[in-house]
């Protein structure tokens, strides 16, 4: 199967969930979706497409908070990153992914602390870097903070 | 009766100060609770107050052993960002640098695994090869560690033909060190007695944690970031991926030593096949966009985000270092073992994890220390010797 049959396989079997597609190279692919849908998505890449889960980037924007989820499949060299957007930066919610996979425990803990997001469904949502007396509501990776200047 | 053993979070040696706590019950480890944070610097953050020409210098302080990893992930990313080409010359002189650092970071933890078995001459011999090393970068880039050659475009520094018999005659006299360490470890019984089927990371465990470099390798995971995720001079070179499928320490051991066969034969090859030509394509500005960068770092995959509005510093920049992955494996590699395998455990992530001397057991009803530092180290030593011992009967 070669890059393109792969990609457009993907494509239909995520069907309406993708809400934009974006090739940035034949490497790097960027798809929207929908926040209530992040756990069919990474069940289907994780369980499905066996793909490695590298990491997620939290990104603070004017539209609200981002969340990118990358994943790998090795064996053709694509990274996937499957990006949800959180519209309510007041109270930004989005379901964990960490009884899929292990590997997301640490990286929504982190997410939480540093910039606000709540993970529905996370075992154990405590400080992973912060320290347990950092001030509540505080989130640093937040465009609005100022720290403590 | 429930005693929890802490160990960390400081020590001198250690890359990323961690605080492990060990629940045991008489010899056994039950559970394993980890703290991070200890030295959080907050780089991501910094990073979106700098320039891109600064972040790279940045991001070489997160990690002071493989330095090189996270400027060579760092300028993958701000590439892909803006498409940027690199001349063949610099794809070159990239890998030299990333192998060689491979090579010396290997040995680094060899020797501190050794250590901490007890096999001090392992230890002094390991980190006499890794000076041969040290003294190429220091020729090549003017520091032993942290070597600013990574730029967006290329890299900063040539490497001078005139230079290249030296550093080929320095890789050839590595080989029979080399030879000599793997028979030295892969040959001993003791060894195999002391770390084969010790803190096995299963190959389902090792997905689930999204486990990376070596610690995947190790446990049947075949990923290579160098082979799957081109970059740099690799898929010019002719070189393996080194897997071994038991998950346990000795496989780890096994991994990171032909590992530094390989990068020698990388290193060589690439420093023959270098081509003529510039180091630097001096690109000049960046687009609107976001970029991807990874890197295979002795530890594993270095991944990189960046997010460009277009302006010389990025809005975001996401780091996520190969230990990252790696140490929450712990939590299911200590569970079943005997205390004294702890240590040489925890040690084979290689997060640099070297604050045995932080140890102390302590019960947790009265609060009275019940196992010093040194009482672990040497319950560690203790069992190799029991083993050598049978084995000289």
Redesign the interface.
Known sequence: MNKTELLSGIKSNLGNKVLHWHE??P??I?FDINPKDIVDVAKFFYNHKKA????A?G??TPKGIEI?Y?F?L??V?I?F?VRALLVDKKKPEINSIASL???A???EREMWELLGVNFIGHPELK?????DAWPKGQY??RRDYKGDK | MATIIPIGPYHPLQEEPEFFQLHVEGEKVLKLDIQLGYNHRGIEKLAESKTYDQILFLVERICGICSTSHPMAGVNAIEDLGNIVVPERALYIRTVICELERIHSHLLWLGLAGHFLGYNTVWMWAWKAREAVCDMFEKISGNRQSYSMMKVGGVRRDIPKDDVPEYLAAMDALIPTMDMFKGAIMDDPVLHARLKGIGVLTKEDAISYGAVGPIARASGVDIDVRRDHPYAAYPRLDWKVIVCQNGDIFDKTVVRLLEIFESIKMVKQALKEMPDGSIDSNPKELPIGEGIGQAEAPRGEVFHYVRSDGTNRPTRYKVRAPSYMNVATNETTVVGETVSDAAIILAAVDPCYCCTERMAAIDRDTGKTILTAKDLLRLCREKTEKIAKQFRR
């Open positions: 940035k190279s490497n790097r960027y490695r889960f590298n990491i980037s990104v603070d990118l990358h790998t090795d064996n060299g990274v990153s996979f292990k590997g425990i640490w990286i400080h992973l870097l912060l320290d640093p990776l």
